[in-house]
């Protein structure tokens, strides 16, 4: 199936710093990337809406301004969290779909793991 | 609003038996619903997809039904193998259409004991 992957894996940062997380579809290109979050035990809650070329939709409850998303080609997305806080610690998966198969099914990312100390 | 709902409690189960997972949804008109695995730490991986007018879809061991008038998806895996341990996810588009925003379910987590 097709790929997609994240970087970096885990990082740790420190209270107000900005970390960035890139998401990249390998093997396709994806006009419209997914990103997630998920706290321990508990199930993924869509974020936002990455759109190649123009801005990204965001949830409901998501703050644009905290968390930026930018879709620069048809196989990156990057997520950035703006002034990190303990809070915002939690895994954060990126997705897409290969519109090639025509399935449905999303591609996930491994993941990228923040802690925010 | 729309809710996804799956067995919050772990399944375990012996090595052979039939694993048996599942996946109720309120306020929902699904076009299709999807089954995803996620062992821990990890992102989640497709596994099936079955569409309304399907009552019943099968790849290898696993199994889903899907009931419409019940608002219900069934997973099954027969013959479970240690190996099938893992956190299964259901999940259905948030809005009608084929937009790729799928909302999940909690997610059930299956032990599979030797």
């Known amino acids: 199936g097709a790929v997609v992957s994240q970087h970096p894996s885990w990082v740790i940062c420190k209270s107000g710093t900005s970390v960035k997380i890139e998401c990249r579809s390998l093997?396709?290109?994806?006009?419209?990337m997914f990103w997630y979050r998920q706290f321990p035990k508990q199930s993924l809650m869509l974020m936002a809406t990455?759109?190649?070329?123009?801005?990204?939709?965001?949830e409901q409850g998501v703050e644009k301004d905290k968390f930026l998303i930018n879709h620069a080609s048809l196989t990156l997305s990057t997520l950035t969290v703006t002034s990190a806080h303990p809070e915002d610690s939690s895994f954060y998966i990126c997705?897409?779909?290969?519109?090639?198969?025509?399935?449905?099914?999303?591609?996930f990312g491994e993941g990228s793991r923040l802690t925010v100390l | 609003s729309q809710k996804i709902e799956q067995n919050s409690e772990a399944l375990n189960i012996q090595e052979g038996k039939t694993a048996t997972l599942t996946c109720n949804y309120t306020?929902?008109?699904?076009?299709?619903l999807q089954w995803y695995r996620q062992d821990p730490g990890r992102g989640p991986v497709f596994l099936l997809l079955i569409r309304e007018n399907e009552k019943e879809k099968r790849k290898e061991r696993l199994k889903v039904t899907f009931d419409t008038t019940l608002k219900q998806s069934l997973f099954h895996i027969t013959a479970s193998q240690p190996a099938d341990s893992a956190t299964y996810l259901c999940?259905?588009?948030?809005?009608?259409?084929?937009?790729?925003?799928?909302?999940f379910g909690q997610g059930t987590t299956l032990q599979v004991k030797p």
């Open positions: 997705s897409a779909r290969d519109l090639r198969g025509q399935t449905g099914e999303l591609f």
């Open positions: 306020n929902y008109s699904p076009a299709y």
């Open positions: 999940a259905l588009e948030k809005h009608l259409g084929n937009t790729g925003k799928l909302i």
């Open positions: 093997d396709f290109q994806a006009t419209t």
């Open positions: 990455s759109n190649e070329g123009s801005k990204a939709t965001y």
